[in-house]
């Protein structure tokens, strides 16, 4: 808690940066605002939003005019709009099966994307080439006088965990991209992707001559975690402050909101709900465990997404294997969500990934099974599919590369 | 976010409130402490924190004097104290099988306490007049210039789901001290507990006349919830910003401590770890569900105090079938405790009430179990017992107490 404080004798400076953050926020957020909704919701006075509003439109951030076409009567008052098409970030993903990148300006507006598919077993190198392509690809038909403010790159787990770069689970040791990786450690998979990040900064960073500040490496998070960021700040989830979010992709990861912040564990790997052993008589998991959650889905219905819409479609068609497989997956579902419950209490329940089509699917065994939670975990509780799909991730990577330019709006404006 | 923003033109005043309660709580926390300690770890330069200790001072709450004998020569410069004998708060804690209450000071001094069995079934009002007594008996030897920041009860679990308060889980409907709770709701629950801290104020709030803030509502925590808030801030998890701070008493419930801060759920309900279904085939447990983890445990070890210790006692001895059970309750708890770690990341996995016992007594089982979490997850990991012991509970309770004081020193000793 001591981080907050400046070595230096407390200003009014902390206090305006914090505001200048929070209305900037609202706006990135909320989309256009009128002043009067600013001083609402930030309990801030009319001239404090006025200072701070000449503040950020004289920084380029934001400007002010009038609203899209509202359908009400009388002239319009003015809004406060973040300046999308200036200020902006790069979100990168990197997912078991393709390569995302998009342009995103300050409100999430989606300015520019690019996409292509992974083929099994990608190296580093090559993955960074691609989203290096795609970036400087990007930057060419960016505003000269646009704003870069940072990136972000959502990180499947199962690149981790399953397809070669750092088996984390297998004794051997292999070989990577040049970089010898001892399998089997989180240092090593935590090397992998900061290194990931790393290279990815110094190729950006040699093509554009360290201009705009490409160089600097991107903020890193998993598909699960930022899925849920996305969700909870623009999505299924806006407003909720207790959210699971799970994430079905191969396995099952969750990301976490408890009081509003992420729960990320102490290096990051946390969430791993896929992996909590359910049944001690199941089935053998990749992990080494046995009757693992995932695992016990996967008796019924694999849980990647083409193999669960194939089983829905069968089981909607009236196919009685796939409507019990598709009733038995439902159930194990249900049955470590309710686990899920007694431990996180939460307001909300996203079904991501693979999972939304199951859950689709099989909600009447999920609510079943939900039951079983104690009352006072499960009350008030809801389940939702996302609402940002399969941009979610990508969604998550802008929200990263903007947090820098929301926590200190005119220091990282300016630099 | 916005809730920190005052309804006012930005001044100095919230950051010399924050800095303010930084000075006290590293204070309320460390003890006594030079201010060149001061300026250090707060990272605030020296003449601000000249200001902010005089005005601490100014305030009461804080006195400059030589320290503790160091056993270092030369002359020894002055330290920063806590007035722990001036400035208290009650901490109380209603536990299934007793009850018990402490004037603690500022610094986390317990100054005075009280205890006394709590029969079986003890009604709401006999607990509340228990209580209250404690409190009066001990206002009497309060310094008559005391100043009194707040109060904090710990709750147990235990009281709400198993003894006649409120039975969460049976269909039946009971008069409990006049008010009859719809049992199986958590808003039941919560009311009751509610109306159990509304009660204590009242009823002080009477005896005082209003004196002394006496009448105001305690704050309200679990036992395990509160034990671990106790362990994280000056106990086995001090320092440590992850944290599963198991908590056995006839079944398990978890603190939890996420990037710093407690992870309680939207209703205060999370932390219900024990009712984490790991056995499909397992037995049947009084929550309805079958096979939950601390229904697996208590299959070989009831999950009671006394119980747990004359089975290890008579494993000591050599006896073979408590060897056996001491040996099948291990594994069981280090499986529960492998899901949590891929589930938190934690960096601390703390073994408290009736589980500290079976951890010390069958730590090769917990930690045999523990390989099967994921490597990533359980890198760092560090298994430990508290440092608090029973005390944890009512140290937890005396944070809650000086919860509001920290957050705004000034305000809070002069109100």
Redesign the interface.
């Known amino acids: ?2 981080t ?9 400076d ?3 940066r ?2 200048l953050g ?1 209305l900037l ?2 706006v990135h957020v909320s989309g256009d605002t009128s002043r009067a909704e600013l001083t609402n ?5 009319r ?2 939003i006025g200072a701070l509003t000449a503040d950020l439109a004289g920084a380029g951030l934001i400007d002010e005019g009038t609203p899209q076409e509202t359908g009400r009567a009388g002239r319009p008052s003015l809004v406060v709009r973040p300046r999308s098409s200036r200020v902006y970030g790069y979100a990168l993903s990197i997912e078991v099966d393709r390569l995302r990148a998009a342009r995103v300006g300050l409100g999430g507006k989606v300015l520019d994307s690019r996409e292509l598919p992974r083929p099994h077993g990608t190296a580093v190198r090559d993955t960074v080439t691609t989203l290096a392509g795609f970036v400087r690809d990007m930057q060419r038909t960016a505003s000269p006088d646009g704003v870069f403010v940072g990136s972000g790159i959502a990180v499947s787990r199962m690149m981790r965990h399953a397809d070669g770069v750092v088996r ?2 297998s004794a051997t040791v292999s070989a990577v991209d040049g970089v010898a990786v001892a399998a ?4 090593a ?1 935590a090397d992998v992707v900061a290194g990931l990040g790393a290279r990815l900064g110094a190729e950006l960073g040699a093509a554009f001559g360290g201009q705009l500040g490409l160089d600097r490496p991107p903020m890193i998070g998993t598909v699960a975690d930022l899925a849920a960021l996305a969700e909870h700040t623009r999505g299924a989830a806006a407003g909720l ?2 959210v699971v979010h799970l994430h079905g992709d191969a396995g099952i990861s ?1 990301g976490i909101i ?16 896929g ?7 199941g089935r053998e998991c990749g ?3 046995r009757g693992c959650w995932e695992t016990e889905i996967a008796r019924y219905v694999s849980l990647e997404r083409g193999a669960v819409r194939a089983c829905v479609d069968a089981a909607r068609l009236g196919d009685p294997a796939a409507r019990a497989a598709v009733r038995h997956a439902a159930d194990w579902l249900g ?1 470590g969500v ?3 419950v ?6 909300a329940v996203v079904f991501g990934g693979a999972l939304r089509e199951l859950y689709l699917a099989g909600t009447a065994q999920v609510r079943g099974r939900l039951t ?6 499960r ?2 509780l809801r389940l939702r599919t996302p609402l940002l799909g399969d941009d979610a991730p990508l969604v998550g990577a802008a929200e990263l590369a903007f947090e820098r330019l929301l926590a200190d709006p005119l220091e990282t404006a300016e630099s």
Chains 1, 2 share one sequence.
């Open positions: 808690m001591f907050s404080h400046q070595r230096s004798t407390p200003t009014q902390s206090v305006r914090q505001n929070a926020r609202y919701q930030l309990g801030l006075n001239s404090t984390m689970l089997g450690t989180a240092a998979a402050d207790n969750a408890a009081g509003g912040r992420r729960v990320t564990g102490q290096g990051g790997h946390g969430g791993e709900v992996h909590m052993v359910v049944n001690p008589q992990c080494g465990s049955f309710a686990n899920l007694n431990i996180f209490n939460p307001t079983t939670a104690l009352p006072a975990c009350e008030h």
